[in-house]
Every structure is written in C-alpha cells, then in structure tokens.
C-alpha cells in the first residue's frame, strides 16, 4: 500500500476516519502485511509505532482493569460485611426489644401475683355454707377463672414443686424435713407458687424440701447397751 492511498483514504474518511483506522488492529495488521509486501518502510515503521502506542495504553488498561477489579472485590467485601453487620444491628435490635418488652411485660405480671396468692388462699380458707355464700363464692371463683385465663394468654405457667426435685433455679427452700414418703432432696411442701413468662422466671417458689428417713433406732444394740451397766454392776458386787 503506498502513501497515495492512505492520503486518499484519509481524504475521504476524515481525520476522525483515520484515526479509527490506524486504530484498528484488524485494520493495521491488514495494511501491515501490504506494506511488507510492498517493501514501503515508511508505513511499516509508522504502523509499528502506532502498534507500540496501542499496546502501551493496552497495558495500561489492563492495569486499570486489575485495579478495577480489585477495587470491586474489596467494595464488594465490603459491602457484604456491612449487610452481614446490618442484619446482625437489625437481631441484636429486635431482641432488645423483646427483651426490653418481655421485662416490663414481666414486672407488670410479677406486680399481680400477690393478688394470685389472695385468690388462692382465700380458695382454701372459705367454706361457704348457706345459698348467698355460695353464690359469692362461686362469681369470685369465676372473677379468679377469667384472671387466670388471661395469664395464661401471656404465656405465665406455674412452676411444679410438690414430688419434684428441689431445683435452686426455680424453688428456694426455706425449711427441711426428714420424711418417708420423698427421698431426701424432694419437694414435700410448697409454702408459695412459682411462676414463668415464657423461660423467664417470675419468682421462685417457697418449699419444704425432704432431708430423707430418719435414722431408724437398732433396737438389739439399744438392749445390749442397756444390759451392759448391769453386768458391769455385778461383776463389781463379785
């Protein structure tokens, strides 16, 4: 290819044409291998150096391209601890508002249980004997039902003591017996109810806790110790 076709190439495609051109690749190694061809040295050296321009700026852009990269995968991890630590923000919040709710729900409920241990105890004192008695007692038992549904829609369960093991997370002990019936470390008695809101303990229950049997008196060696000071009397008499 010799000057007077590129002159009249760029003639008609413009310098913004030519300029495409000699950018091409495609295009260069075409008219590179025309002016080896043709021995034009001047085209070839000229092609060359547009090739080491391009292959200049190509490396450049592929050391954009890794910064590039870089970049992304580091914004990328980034923005996937921040999502991580958001979610985490959104549990730990959420769980400090049940728990801020759960412990004011609570000391609302643990405020109300000495009006449970009213009902109870008013329920084994009060034996009603004529109509009118029995009919008071049976709206206040029915006042006591709807109280006990409703703590009960609140998730409030009592806490078993009576035959259960004595467990220092949920019952205190506050006296203990020697008893036949439970084995030592048994509930036999239970003073004051315990209650829950859910798995969190309202109050511990007041029991009575077995210290097991008695130690039974051996009744052979009661009679020989008895018997012991008599022999020793008589051999004294001898």
Known sequence: MDEGMLEEEDGERGEAGAKRMWESVETLTKYYKEAVLAGDYQTITEIETVLLRL???????????STLT???????EKFIRLQADFDNFRRRSEKERLSVRSNAQGEVIESL???????ERAKQQIKPET???KQIDTSYQGIYKQFVE??????VAVVATVGKPFDPSLHEAIAREESEEFKEGIIIQEFRRAFLLGDQLLRPAMVKVSSGPGRKIDKTATQISLEQPAAAAGMDEH
Do not use: Q
């Open 113 to 119: 249980l000495p009006m449970v241990d009213n009902f």
């Open 150 to 155: 409703i703590m009960r829609s609140l998730r």
């Open 70 to 76: 870089e970049e992304i995968t580091s914004g990328k």
């Open 131 to 133: 109509d009118k008695e």
């Open 55 to 65: 292959e200049t700026e190509k490396n450049k852009l592929e050391e954009r391209l």
